[in-house]
């Protein structure tokens, strides 16, 4: 059975960090690609970041550009996502995400298989 679990959102102000956390079980990892997406109210799920077990390379949508960096510790099998210099337009619910290695457009939720619940990140003015 396969679990993503994130933790770490919270309320923080502009130009503030936080550090989200991905706890992943039951994947074959090294056939993975993991990813953070992010929602808003009325809108759809987009992409910010994605990650492939197998060789760490990395992807990151335009807006979080030297701003946000994914990363994956292989021992805890766990994807974190540090976002520095944090903006209002951030704010949003994250989720963590996995789909397997060489499916599909990456920045498309419906090519992902498996999905956590969301983690509320609020950034205030």
């Known amino acids: 059975q396969v679990q993503l679990v994130e933790s770490g959102g919270g309320l923080v102000q502009a130009g503030d960090s936080l550090r989200l956390s991905c706890a992943a079980s039951g994947l074959i990892f090294r056939t993975y690609v993991l990813g953070w997406f992010r929602q808003v109210p009325g809108k759809e799920r987009e992409v910010v970041a994605t990650?492939?077990?197998?060789?760490?390379?990395?992807a990151y949508t335009d807006f979080v550009k030297g701003r946000f960096t994914i990363s994956r510790d292989d021992a805890k099998n766990t994807v974190y996502l540090q976002m520095n210099s944090l903006k209002p337009e951030d704010t949003g619910v994250y989720y963590c995400?996995?789909?397997?290695w060489g499916r599909g457009d990456w920045k498309r939720a419906t090519v992902y298989d498996y999905w956590g619940r969301g983690t509320q990140v609020t950034v205030s003015s």
């Open positions: 995400a996995a789909r397997p």
């Open positions: 990650i492939s077990w197998n060789d760490g390379s990395t």
